[in-house]
């Protein structure tokens, strides 16, 4: 019988139903939908004979009551807290009258705000509650669990561990019995999809189908969880949690690398690590003592939140949008709780005040880091993050080049005899011997004789220089040459030159367009100059795109010194360094911006920028180019004026540190002997082959802690731009306190997340790795355990499970396995009438889950029994087939760079995740638009994912070489093939009804391409994988629509 | 398929009524009969009677200079070259593009501006076939906004949030109200990209479904390759094989169904069904072979090529004919940093017309009465010139503090101008509209009232204009 709260029965089931049907009524905010869905739950419910606090009557006063009477001090009236035990009490007589008075004017809650008076059964449930007495419980979430005792239950014999007890008795209490046991068929293609997002192969099938040990199902549960394709599947739900993507997620939407993070957490979910572990590792990994690589890696949970590039933005306004994405995911995910309202006001529901969330705020708030990030790419801090592959090749580099220097050293060593020779012979010689390092030399200007290929632009004179003549500028030329220094900014390069100012402003040497500071494009390029007598070096993109590094020491006029800039190409301030006569100088960064190119069409001037207002005076000598970051020896060596001879005469015990190597490195370089030599030229080569590596290795971006710390202030209204009072890092009061020993750091807080005593991060986690598996979780709101979310179906069991997950030590592993080898999941999902009728939802779960399997999951299937799938663990994110236009449509940086060969053929893990536009076939299948922090699956039913599964070319191509492996993997006959492929896909072979469907399917196809053979091309020339030779193209084109058939269907598709 | 199944009724009832959990509405109401189960959309809804049905919304992105389009200002010829009071600036914050700018020179409009119509609404040169409809529409001068950066604040017009996260007008309304097209979807997108400039990027969450689920999410129309998304058969799969292939599918999940009861099986061979006939209704629709001359003539000649701005207003009209709840039309180029006197006569020469066109071919049909036309963008522009002052050039930065969007139809009173700025366009002198009151106005006259179209996630009702919202009860007819 269908009942409605309409149609009168409801009064005849007495106060029982009518609190349950309150109890529900918070959960949707559907209007007319939950009636019908509340009455089904009011006959599942069991006899009670008390209100329960919690239960029944808080949600009463939270959803009429707390906006004005709670925890929101703010918004208070009357001075009233309902939200309190002891004034709730003192207030009830007059609660009593109030709710229900027909006075509109006295009557709450008001009238006047738009309220409803309360219904009969809210007023009966408060009624009752205050006239016993009005007492408090805590909120169930905020209590630790203890471990329930299992029940006893009716069903003993179908029991396999104490998670049956549990619902078994719930299911006794609803009036419903379990359902039988899945057949095996059906159980390993639901334990694949499960625990590897794969499913079976026909072989793993019938062997498990054949295997009479009482450990069958046992050990596919083991083998599975061994898989690796066990990590990659688990990580993808963790990845929708950590809001992971491939790109900034705002505006032009530039790529960053996260990759290294995704690796990590594959890998930390394969090794079984457990969860408090991982938990620890991601929130605070870099403050455990001595931290290795892998925990720093492993903070990039925290750094995946969107980030702006945009120009023009306020820094700050974005730098607390990160802080406050961190909070609220870390409270999502661990302690499944919406912070998030307490940014701007104390929560109206839960206990969480304004206060508490920037106590919160304050642990992530202390990280170097900018509110306008650097595009494309990582923003500091940030960390090479090498593969396995290239940490092993790094070790090697590093061996070879350990090997290479002890060799160097040796021959060096043993040439000591001929160093001093050489040295001897150089001072009493008349050589015209110097020295200086040539790899990497884009340019060199002696000024000695002529200009060599550069070029005078006006007056330019010569006169006597450093080292012999050097060029002498008086305001009315420069010299000038095309092609040189044409770097960007992410480049290596470095200047050097001698020179003699007698004014203290003028550009010494630049690659760059006029300067003008309110022209968009103006002053575009590279300049090093001389301002106020400061050396500075500029490297200027677009608007406010700048790097200026400045000395804090001004250069003497009217004397030769010697400069250098370097920069390694990081786009930081921090990757240039300045020197004076060879000494790193003590510097400032005026400017740290740069997201924009610095290439212009101008040529390399000396003594000038485009601007001739600002030419240099004096005289500029030895000027050098470079495409690379010289290092400190090399600058120091430079900065040595002498030439060799001259050194050579210097006593060596008077020798400046410059003079000293370059005599050294003259001599390893040029004029040791050949063993030394080539000794020297092997170190050199490894280590530059070794830092070329290096550079290549991508980064992740980490977390790390400022010091001294940033302040941390309640922002009013949330805002930016409005601190008020200042406030120190605290957890929130409703929940167990920090340990007084350690110090209060985000350590502490990762700490705190896993403590035994936290009543809410087991619970969270058990409850999402219950959803993934049953569809929806135990407490059906997993992204909220708080007082406006569900409460649980079955919160004995949420709370075992949550026990029995610590004391595992965190075992995930184990954790799964309890589930998966519970009778409860191993049911059958086809339900009784009764049960589907009473409980549509399977919120007792009277029966297995049957859902539609999530979107990686439809392609790495289809790709599968294609036998297209490659298997690779890890790795940078790969571009699958795309529709054309995708990305030209909308989003700026032109278009979508298509991946080929093994590329097209990844795991949809590792499918490339643009956030503004993420992967049409994901999003068609209601994935996480991997925006924010994600963990509860919606799942929805829609002609977009007919079209998508029929027509996308990855859909199409995999049917095709699923049909060729019907073909010719499938058996002698059509019969046989046609079975195979349905049996690959579904696990189970097809019952004779479906095999005739199939057999007639498949004539009729080939009847049609047999009159059109050019179809039959034209289908199988679809995706870039060859098609096999052998078959007639017609029978190959029936067999790639009956493929496409099969991985349509409604069983291939969905979990059951 | 046992229709007499009390199970089975029951639950696809259960099903629908849940809405959320996963069943193609529009598949069901295809299965049941437009009669059973209304359009979708929740039972509750509209709360009152609608004035428009139908919402098409010409978002103009990059924010249009209200300086130079509609809010004249006579006294900035004076002005000119002045320095922008602080009285006026009021220390308001600006852009990082500008912030540092030691000048802020008032710059005039160079477009010439007349008096259009009885109503006399001020309209540039710029737009003359907008000044032609002036009477059929209403001006707001003084919308006005939070943010200062495209992205948060084309979001916050489009989502009522300035993140990530939350559903779209169009969502909200296809969850609220559902559609009046089984063979169409609710609520459809098109974008095009001007001429004057290429213009910021877009985001697929600007016609997104936020918390609510997927299928209300806009779906967007390509003007390359597929209109949607997966439409087109493969090649070598005519429709007729699409058929047949359907119609074994179709017998094999029956075979499932009887097994499982499950009402998923039922609604996903009706979303193929649906597929089916969206492969036919989409191609028809974007089909304007039918379309007569004169109606080029009226949307221009741009409306022949695929992906213009006209082509899609010509569309949006289409769609509207055939029951669509909302459309969607983004055009991209309207960010005049620099350059504003050789950018912003090609972003109107793209789209004037159009949006003239749309509004009389609406008109001409009856269907301006039941369809609210909204244009404009997510912020102004600047009276004062970013960078320098020149003779042959001049550029604005973004102003959220005030500037001008026009509504026409679906019962908004035509012919008025709403609000009034100071003598500099940068403040709002009176009545001001927040985009939250925007949104509460566009609900309210689809028959939603904002307050009660709520969705409960993370423990909290969100709504489309979040704890704000009034309504322009000046504007309503």
């Known amino acids: 019988m269908f009942l409605s709260p309409d149609n009168g029965v409801s009064y005849t089931l007495g106060f029982s139903w009518l609190y349950l049907v309150l109890a529900c009524r918070r959960y949707t905010g559907e209007g007319l939908q939950k009636r019908f869905f509340l009455c089904q739950l009011a006959l599942l419910a069991a006899p009670v004979f008390a209100v329960d606090f919690d239960r029944d009557v808080r949600p009463v006063l939270a959803e009429n009551c707390f906006a004005c009477h709670g925890p929101d001090g703010a918004q208070r009236q009357a001075n009233l807290r309902l939200d309190q035990e002891d004034q709730a009490q003192l207030a009830a007589g007059e609660i009593l009258t109030r709710i229900s008075s027909d006075d509109p004017v006295r009557r709450m809650p008001p009238a006047y ?37 299992p029940p006893a239950v009716e069903w003993g014999a179908r029991v396999q561990n104490e998670i049956d007890r549990f619902v078994f ?54 083998r599975l969880l061994e898989s690796p394709r066990y990590g990659e599947r688990m990580a993808a739900r963790w990845l929708d949690a950590a809001r992971y993507a491939d790109t900034q997620g705002y505006q032009n939407d530039a790529p960053v690398q996260m990759w290294g993070w995704r690796n990590w957490v594959i890998e930390a979910f394969n090794a079984n690590k457990p969860f408090d572990e ?181 007056q330019v004179g010569d006169i006597e220089g450093k080292v012999g003549r050097a060029l002498s500028l008086r305001g009315d030329g420069h010299v000038e040459e095309q092609g040189i220094a044409d770097y960007d900014y992410n480049d290596r390069f470095s200047f050097a030159a001698w020179i003699k100012p007698e004014l203290q402003d003028g550009i010494i040497m630049s690659r760059s367009q006029t300067f003008d500071p309110r022209d968009e494009n103006a002053g575009k390029g590279l300049t090093l100059v001389l301002e106020k007598g400061r050396l500075k070096l500029k490297l200027i993109g677009r608007m406010d795109d700048w790097i200026i590094v400045s000395t804090r020491e001004r250069i003497p006029l009217d004397r ?116 030394v030599r080539s000794a020297w030229a092997e170190l050199a080569e490894l280590t530059r082959e070794r830092d070329a590596f290096a550079r290549g290795v991508a980064t992740v971006m980490i977390m790390a802690e400022m010091d001294p710390p940033r302040e941390t202030f309640i922002l009013e209204r949330g805002a930016y731009d409005k601190p008020g009072e200042k406030v120190l890092p605290g957890v929130l009061g409703v929940l167990p306190p920090l340990p007084a020993s350690a110090p209060n750091d985000r350590l502490a807080l990762a700490r705190w997340l896993v403590d035994p005593a936290n009543p809410l991060t087991a619970r969270v986690t058990v409850n999402r790795f219950w959803q993934m598996l049953f569809g929806a979780g135990l407490v059906r709101t997993p992204e909220n355990l708080g007082t406006q979310g569900e409460r649980p179906t079955h919160p004995d069991l949420l709370d075992w499970l949550a026990v029995e997950f610590v004391e595992s030590g965190w075992d995930v592993k184990s954790l799964l396995k309890t589930i998966v080898t519970s009778a409860t999941y191993r049911q059958e999902s ?160 097809p019952r004779p009804r479906e095999a005739e469907i199939l057999l007639s399917a498949f004539g009729r196809q080939l009847e049609g391409f047999k009159s059109d053979p050019d179809a039959a091309n034209a289908l199988l020339a679809q995706g870039d994988s060859p098609v096999s030779d052998g078959v007639r193209r017609t029978e190959l084109a029936s067999y790639a629509m009956t493929a496409a058939m099969i991985l349509n269907l409604d069983e291939t598709v969905t979990k059951q | 398929m046992k229709p007499a199944d009390p199970a089975i009724r029951m639950t696809r009832r259960h099903f629908f009524g849940r ?112 000044g032609r409809i002036a009477d059929k529409l209403s001006f707001i001068r003084t919308m006005h906004t939070e943010a200062i950066n495209h992205d948060p604040a084309v979001t916050f017009f489009q989502t009522g949030a300035q993140l990530a996260g939350r559903p779209s007008i169009g969502a909200w309304l296809a969850y609220g109200l559902g559609s009046e097209n089984d063979d169409l979807p609710t609520f459809v997108v098109m974008t095009s990209r001007g001429s004057g400039r290429v213009g910021q990027a877009l985001y697929t969450r600007l016609w997104g479904s936020g ?6 999410q806009g779906v967007k129309f390509r003007s390359q390759g597929d209109p949607v998304l997966y439409l087109s058969n493969p090649e070598g799969v005519s429709r007729d094989r699409r058929r047949m292939f359907l119609d074994d599918l179709s017998a094999l999940n029956r075979i499932q169904q009887e097994q499982f009861a499950d009402p998923e099986i039922e609604t996903r061979i009706a979303q193929y069904e649906m597929a089916f006939r969206m492969q036919a209704s989409v191609p028809e629709l974007m089909d304007l072979s039918g379309e007569p001359e004169s109606i080029f003539e009226l949307y221009g000649e741009s409306a022949r090529e695929p992906g213009t701005y006209a082509r899609h207003c010509l569309i949006a009209r289409r769609l509207v004919e055939r029951g669509v709840r909302c459309v969607q039309l983004f055009h991209r180029g309207w960010d005049q940093h620099r350059s504003l006197p050789q950018q912003l006569p090609k972003q109107c020469f793209d789209t004037d017309q159009a949006s003239a066109a749309l509004i009389e071919d609406l008109d001409r049909r009856g269907l301006l009465e039941e369809t609210l036309v909204v244009w404009g963008g997510e912020f102004g522009r600047t009276v004062y010139s970013q960078g320098r002052m020149t003779e042959t050039t001049y550029g604005r930065d ?51 009232d904002h307050t009660k179209l709520t969705y409960r996630y993370q423990g909290r009702q969100f709504r489309l204009t979040d704890i704000g919202g009034d309504l322009i009860r000046e504007l309503i007819a």
């Open chain 1, 113 to 149: 705000l738009g309220h409803d008076r309360l219904s009969e059964r809210e007023i009966a449930i408060l009624r009752e509650w205050i006239e016993a007495g009005a007492h408090w419980s805590a909120h169930w979430a905020f209590v630790a669990p203890t471990r329930p005792q």
């Open chain 1, 169 to 222: 008795k719930r299911l006794e209490r609803a009036g419903l019995s379990p359902a039988d046991e899945a057949d095996r068929r059906t159980l390993i293609r639901r334990l694949s999809l499960d625990l590897t997002g794969l499913p079976p192969e026909v072989g793993e099938v019938r062997a498990f189908v054949d295997d009479r040990s009482p450990f069958a199902y046992d050990r596919v549960v083991d």
């Open chain 1, 278 to 458: 991982f938990t620890v590792e991601q929130i605070a990994g870099d403050l455990l003592p001595d931290s290795t690589l892998d925990q720093l890696i492993a903070t990039g949970f925290n750094r995946n939140h969107r980030s702006n590039s945009e120009l023009g933005i306020v820094d700050e306004e974005y730098r607390v949008e990160y802080v406050v994405d961190r909070v609220e995911t870390m409270s999502t995910v661990f302690l499944g709780l919406t912070v998030g309202c307490a940014r701007c006001h104390d929560h109206k529901y839960d206990p969480i005040s304004q206060k508490e969330f920037y106590r919160l705020f304050a642990y992530f708030n202390n990280v170097p880091e900018r509110g306008r990030v650097l595009r494309p790419f990582n923003s500091p801090p940030r960390i090479p993050a090498p593969t396995r592959e290239e940490a092993r090749q790094l070790e090697e580099m590093a061996a070879r080049i350990a090997h290479a220097e002890k060799a160097f050293r040796a021959t060096r060593d043993s040439a000591g005899t001929q160093y001093r020779a050489w040295e001897h012979s150089l001072a009493r010689s008349d050589w015209d011997a110097d020295w200086h390092p040539s790899f990497g030399l884009a340019a060199r200007y002696d000024f000695e004789s002529d200009l060599g290929s550069a070029l005078a632009s006006g």
């Open chain 1, 560 to 675: 030769w010194s010697h400069v250098t800039a370097t920069f390694d190409g990081s786009r930081l301030a921090g990757g240039v360094t300045l020197y004076l006569d060879g000494l790193a100088a003590d510097t400032v960064a005026e400017l740290d911006y740069s997201n924009g190119g610095i290439k212009t069409k101008e040529p390399f001037r000396i003594g000038a920028g485009a601007d001739v207002t600002s030419r240099f005076i004096g005289a500029i000598d030895e000027v050098a180019v470079y495409d690379r970051e010289l290092t400190r020896e090399e600058a120091a060596i430079l900065g040595a004026g002498e030439d060799l001879v001259e050194i050579a005469r210097i006593p060596a015990d008077n020798r400046t540190r410059g003079q000293r190597l370059k005599l050294e490195r003259a001599f390893v370089d040029v004029h040791g002997p050949p063993g």
């Open chain 1, 830 to 989: 086809k339900g009784s009438m009764k049960a589907v009728h009473e409980d549509p939802e399977n919120r007792v779960l009277s029966r297995g889950p049957r859902f539609r399997l999530p979107a990686e999951a439809l392609r790495d299937q289809a790709l599968l029994v294609a036998g297209l799938l490659r298997h690779r663990l890890g790795g940078p994110s790969v571009k699958t087939y795309q529709p054309d236009g995708l990305w030209f449509d909308i989003a700026a940086g032109g278009g979508y760079d298509r991946g080929d060969g093994d590329d097209l053929y990844r795991r949809s893990l590792y499918t490339y995740w643009r956030r503004t536009i993420g992967p049409p076939s994901m999003l068609n299948f209601d994935s996480a638009t991997r925006e924010t922090c994600t963990v509860r699956t919606d799942r929805t039913n829609t002609p977009l994912q007919a079209l998508n599964l029929m027509n996308d070319v990855t859909f199409v191509e995999a049917a095709r070489k699923f049909g060729e492996r019907m073909y010719f993997e499938g058996g002698k006959t059509l019969e046989e093939r046609l079975a195979h492929g349905f049996e690959m896909a579904t696990s189970r072979p």
């Open chain 2, 19 to 130: 809405g959320g959990t996963g069943v193609g509405i529009a598949g069901l109401a295809h299965l049941l009969g437009r009669d059973a189960v209304s359009q979708g959309g929740l039972p509750e809804l509209p709360h009152f009677a609608p004035k428009a049905k139908h919402i098409i919304y010409l978002f103009q992105s990059g924010g249009p200079s209200q300086l130079d389009l509609f809010d004249y200002k006579p006294r900035l010829e004076q002005l000119h070259g002045t320095e922008l009071p602080d009285s006026v600036r009021r220390g308001q914050r600006l852009t990082g593009m500008t912030a540092s700018q030691t000048s802020f020179p008032v710059h005039k409009t160079w477009f010439k501006f007349r008096q259009h119509g009885d109503s006399g609404a001020w309209v540039s040169e710029l737009l003359p076939h907008t």
């Open chain 2, 211 to 216: 918390f609510l689920p997927s299928r209300f």
């Open chain 2, 398 to 448: 973004h102003h959220p503090r005030c500037f001008t969007i026009w509504l026409a139809g679906g019962g908004v009173q035509p012919g008025l101008t709403h609000g009034e700025t100071d003598d500099f366009c940068y403040n709002v002198v009176s009545d001001p509209v927040h985009v939250h009151d925007l949104h509460a106005t566009l609900l309210h006259q689809l028959g939603v």
